[in-house]
């Protein structure tokens, strides 16, 4: 699935609830077992201006995303799901591959991330090995060389079959760089979100903590209020009656 951007925005979403009640959002998704359902979300900041949804910077290659559409219906909550990866981000669009569960989604990515850092490897390895063979070899410590060319070409074919060979090798290193970017992007992202979750995690902890002292100390307080009331002196002596306010009845002791 393709998804349009504009300015650095998605102006595309695959799914949109509209109407009283309804909900919105998109969040960056990873496995989980501590959260509900297994999945943690960090759940994307949405544009204020109309047409506008989300950043694409913030949908980096690589991520797993869930999309949600909810809707009141009599009464019933009518629930949208859609689940990718990112594949793609351009200035013109960002690519999704769907997956029909979240947990799909995620074992996809990491395993997206596995294949990305695999080919980041074979690219450093074959950048390595050209710039091995474009250093020249000093005579006196380096034996010389025998090129020998492949037996289903001839001489003239195989130098320039090798140079395009290098530099589809260059082209693909420098693009599995780029994605090895925008990935630690994602995970500094990522990372920088969650620290924001703890510290406002803390922050409502200690806010709770005081809470709960300021009720002891008012518990305590009322405790000795009541151990402090006078004792009774006649008990036989009849009670007054006590009119409840607000009620058109009285309270009175029976003999």
Same mark, same amino acid.
């Given at each position: 699935?393709?998804?349009?951007?504009?300015?650095?925005?998605?102006?595309?979403?695959?799914?949109?609830?509209?109407?009283?009640g309804?909900?919105?959002?998109?969040?960056?998704?990873?496995?989980?077992?501590?959260?509900?359902?297994?999945i943690?979300?960090?759940?994307?900041?949405?544009?204020?201006?109309?047409?506008?949804?989300?950043?694409?910077? @913030? $949908?980096?290659?690589?991520?797993?995303?869930?999309? *949600?559409?909810?809707? !009141?219906? #009599?009464?019933?909550? %009518?629930?949208? /799901?859609?689940?990718?990866?990112?594949?793609?981000?351009?200035?013109a669009?960002?690519?999704?591959?769907?997956?029909?569960?979240?947990?799909?989604?995620?074992?996809?990515a990491?395993?997206?991330?596995?294949?990305?850092?695999?080919?980041?490897?074979?690219a450093?390895?074959?950048?390595?090995?050209?710039?091995?063979?474009?250093?020249?070899?000093?005579?006196?410590?380096?034996?010389?060389?025998?090129?020998?060319?492949?037996? @289903? $070409?001839?001489?003239?074919?195989?130098?320039?079959? *090798?140079?395009a060979? !290098?530099? #589809?090798?260059?082209? %693909?290193?420098? /693009?599995?760089?780029r994605?090895?970017?925008?990935?630690?992007?994602?995970?500094?992202?990522?990372?920088?979100?969650?620290?924001?979750?703890?510290?406002?995690?803390?922050?409502?902890?200690?806010?709770?903590t005081?809470?709960?002292?300021?009720?002891?100390?008012?518990?305590?307080?009322?405790?000795?209020?009541?151990?402090?009331?006078?004792?009774?002196?006649?008990?036989s002596?009849?009670?007054p009656?006590?009119?409840?306010?607000?009620?058109?009845?009285?309270?009175?002791?029976?003999?």
């Amino acid at each position: 699935m393709d998804l349009s951007v504009s300015d650095g925005h998605l102006t595309t979403v695959p799914m949109r609830a509209e109407g009283r009640g309804a909900r919105n959002w998109c969040a960056r998704i990873r496995l989980e077992p501590r959260q509900r359902g297994g999945i943690a979300r960090a759940f994307l900041e949405r544009s204020a201006t109309d047409g506008y949804y989300y950043r694409s910077a @913030d $949908l980096p290659v690589g991520a797993a995303i869930e999309f *949600g559409a909810d809707r !009141l219906s #009599r009464g019933a909550r %009518d629930r949208q /799901r859609f689940y990718g990866v990112v594949t793609e981000n351009s200035d013109a669009m960002v690519r999704l591959e769907s997956y029909l569960t979240a947990q799909e989604a995620c074992r996809a990515a990491t395993e997206y991330a596995s294949q990305m850092a695999s080919a980041g490897e074979q690219a450093e390895m074959a950048s390595s090995a050209s710039r091995r063979v474009a250093q020249p070899a000093a005579p006196s410590d380096r034996p010389s060389l025998e090129l020998r060319a492949p037996t @289903d $070409l001839s001489s003239d074919e195989w130098p320039v079959l *090798g140079v395009a060979e !290098l530099t #589809r090798q260059l082209e %693909d290193a420098e /693009r599995s760089r780029r994605e090895l970017g925008a990935l630690r992007d994602s995970h500094i992202w990522t990372i920088d979100r969650l620290r924001a979750d703890l510290d406002s995690a803390r922050a409502e902890s200690a806010s709770v903590t005081q809470e709960r002292d300021q009720l002891r100390i008012e518990n305590a307080r009322l405790s000795q209020a009541v151990l402090n009331m006078p004792a009774a002196t006649s008990p036989s002596a009849p009670s007054p009656p006590i009119a409840l306010q607000g009620s058109r009845f009285s309270l009175l002791e029976i003999e």
